[in-house]
């Protein structure tokens, strides 16, 4: 697991500077890199802070993941049908034919801010 630090490193640095994630995000991370750079910390200590850091890290990238995945809120619709991508005219079309969907919207919304 030692060997992973390089990995992780870079991982780290490529999340601080090519993307949006905040600190507090990669804390995580960077709290295992600290452990695993360690020479003091024994297998059994790495083993219980994994166990600790791994739903964290696990919920962090599962939330990036999805924001990431419908920041076009546009796209998303009850009735699997998605409206025109390249045209943002028919705005008003697509909130008469799927009333439902600004109620979505507003639900998805405060999820993926940040």
């Known amino acids: 697991l ?3 630090t390089s990995s992780l490193s870079s991982f780290i640095f490529m999340a601080i500077n090519h993307t949006h994630w905040s600190t507090a995000d990669l ?3 960077q709290t295992l890199l600290w452990t695993l750079e360690s020479q003091s910390a024994s297998d059994d200590e790495i083993g219980l802070l994994l ?4 739903p964290r890290m696990m919920h962090n990238l599962f939330s990036h993941h999805w ?3 419908y920041n076009d809120l546009d796209a998303i619709s009850s009735q699997l049908l998605g409206p025109s991508f390249w045209n943002k005219d028919d705005h008003d079309q697509m909130n008469k034919s799927f009333p439902q969907e600004a109620i979505i919207r507003r639900m998805i919304l405060p999820f993926c801010a940040g």
């Open 51 to 54: 166990k600790r850091l791994i």
């Open 2 to 4: 030692r060997n992973f």
């Open 67 to 69: 924001c990431n995945s």
């Open 27 to 29: 804390r995580p991370y």
